[in-house]
């Protein structure tokens, strides 16, 4: 028993929480599995932690139930707010919820020096955006320790690619390199309430110094944006949207023209972004 609040079958139909597609609601109910999640985040104890789109709670409980030294709630959903200020009362002083929009809140405005986890099960309809702004973070190491986030598993996946893979692209180039991310729990459809058209996974990220050649954010999301947008095309090809000069580009960098994005390893698109970064559009 993981406390003596009531199941969460019973605070939906209390509160009258029926899922909200429009939302990305689908809750997880099992309070097992969210122990597991919770679990999953590491040491909780001299954490705070900040949950993204609680719902009914299921998350939330177990994040407190093990020992979550602080938690910080962001819930939309004005519906989900009784429920969740019933846990509150079950654990007062340890709780705070803001009920805003994820995509808005400043989440650098945590105190000085604390130790911060993020943990939750993303709303699928905005969780790659929140998880590109976490990783776009103009500071580096980040504000946070580490973030514990559940997605469609075919996110999760590509999330982990490695290269020379067809789900390598974009965003795995960016996940791993600055963090080093793992799948560390899989789920099926019908776990969820109401269950999703596909499964699902939990992926950790950890953050870690920025793999390969310095080069800025913008220039490597550039070179990313530009060559898997054009993935079938080899590297002089469609470096054309960004440069004048591919080959040169290419030479610099000391890489194999005739590649196509999914065959350069993260630190080769390291070393094309600073050469970007360098030469510009030459």
């Known amino acids: 028993m993981l406390d003596d609040l009531p ?76 429920a969740l200020e019933e846990i509150s009362d079950r654990y007062p002083g340890k709780m705070q919820i803001f009920n805003e929009d994820a995509l808005l809140f400043d989440y650098t405005l945590m105190e000085p020096n604390e130790k911060i ?23 580096w190491p980040p504000f946070y320790q580490s973030l514990t986030l559940m997605f ?20 795995a180039v960016i996940s791993q390199w600055r963090t080093r991310p793992e799948i560390v729990l899989k789920l099926p459809a019908r776990a969820f309430t109401p269950p999703p058209k596909v499964d ?18 913008q220039d490597l999301e550039t070179v990313t944006a530009a060559t898997f947008g054009q993935r079938r095309k080899m590297l002089r090809s469609s470096l054309k949207q960004i440069s004048k000069e591919p080959q040169k580009l290419l030479s610099e960098a000391q890489i194999d023209p005739v590649k196509r ?22």
Do not use: M
Request: hydrophobic share 40%; proline share 5%; aromatic share 4%.
């Open 7 to 82: 199941p969460l079958r019973d605070v939906i139909r209390t509160h009258s929480l029926a899922a909200r597609k429009s939302l990305g609601q689908n809750f997880l109910l099992d309070l097992n599995l969210t122990s597991r999640i919770a679990r999953l985040a590491g040491s909780l104890e001299d954490s705070t932690v900040i949950e993204i789109g609680p719902g009914p709670g299921g998350l939330t409980r177990a994040l407190l139930g093990n020992g979550a030294r602080k938690l910080i709630v962001i819930e939309r959903d004005d519906r989900c707010l009784p």
């Open 117 to 139: 986890r993020i943990v939750a099960n993303l709303p699928y309809n905005i969780a790659t955006k929140l998880l590109i702004d976490w990783l776009r973070s103009e500071q």
């Open 152 to 171: 469609q598993k075919e996110v999760a996946l590509r999330i982990c690619a490695d290269f020379g893979t067809k789900t390598y692209g974009r965003l």
């Open 200 to 217: 699902s996974a939990v992926v950790h990220l950890t953050p870690i110094d920025p793999v390969g050649e310095p080069c800025r954010l």
């Open 261 to 282: 994005a999914e065959q350069l390893t993260i630190v080769e698109f390291t070393k094309l972004a600073k050469v970007f970064g360098e030469l510009g559009a030459l």
